[in-house]
């Protein structure tokens, strides 16, 4: 889809309500999962400096459960990871900070002008954030070998993240909580794992009753995808 980066964040988080509507609950009831027990925004959502629409869901499952739908997202929508996080686990050992803005001001463009201030601010803050209603939540997600990625200590990252907050302007944002959560990336290598091995793997294998489920699953999505492109003009030449 060459002009597929021309693609405004509206037209992204337009496509991805209709992602929303039309495939997730049918992946979730893949799961054995209820739809209505979970609850899924189109949100911005930030990897090294760059805002897109994400999808985000947040609900009460365990551990098994969480990294199996994860599993399956990213199996669908060929995510290289996908992060799941629980910020009310204390036995957790990532830190987190939530940059609270004032009522129905978070949108895209502020998330991603914070986002910029915060790496201004301390190298090593721009590497990605998720965002539910107006919290914008960091991770200083760790490697295998237990190292954060931003290079910094929770301490550094918190200390950056608070005077981001005090020197942003308006909508004048807060550091409204912090602390210790889970985060792991349950991710494929899609440049060596074509066919989403990784996930597959997770899944129960090629022939386990999920798999082929999100087989015709996929099905779907890639004819929403064909259409959107044709509509959007994502899939002409330049």
Do not use: C
């Not at 954030?129 to 990625?149: H, M, R, W």
């Not at 302007?169 to 989403?196: C, H, L, M, Q, Y």
């Amino acid at each position: 889809m060459p002009r597929l980066a021309q693609a405004s964040y509206d037209e992204r988080a337009d496509f991805s309500a209709e992602v929303l509507k039309e495939i997730v609950p049918k992946i979730i009831t893949a799961n054995g999962i209820d739809p209505a027990t979970l609850e899924t925004e189109v949100t911005p959502g930030g990897y090294l400096l760059k805002t897109n629409a994400s999808l985000q869901t947040e609900g009460t499952l365990d551990d098994a459960t969480a990294d199996r739908l994860a599993g399956s997202l990213g199996y669908i929508f060929r995510q290289y990871s996908v992060l799941v996080s629980g910020l009310d686990d204390t036995a957790g050992s990532t830190g987190f900070v939530v940059v609270r803005f004032p009522k129905d001001s978070l949108n895209a463009t502020i998330a991603q002008k914070f986002f910029e201030t915060a790496e201004a601010t301390r190298k090593g803050l721009g590497g990605g954030y998720t965002a539910f209603g107006d919290e914008q939540i960091f991770l200083n997600v760790t490697n295998s070998e237990g190292k954060p990625y931003s290079g910094l200590d929770d301490t550094a990252f918190l200390d950056g993240l608070k005077q981001a907050a005090a020197s942003f302007g308006t909508p004048a944002p807060e550091v409204s909580a912090s602390g210790k959560a889970t985060a792991r990336f349950i991710g494929n290598d899609w440049d060596k794992s074509k066919e989403g091995e990784d996930y597959i793997s997770r899944l129960g294998g090629p022939n386990s009753e999920l798999v082929k489920k999100l087989d015709e699953i996929s099905k779907d999505y890639t004819s929403l995808v064909a259409k959107t492109a044709e509509s959007k003009g994502w899939n002409k030449g330049e």
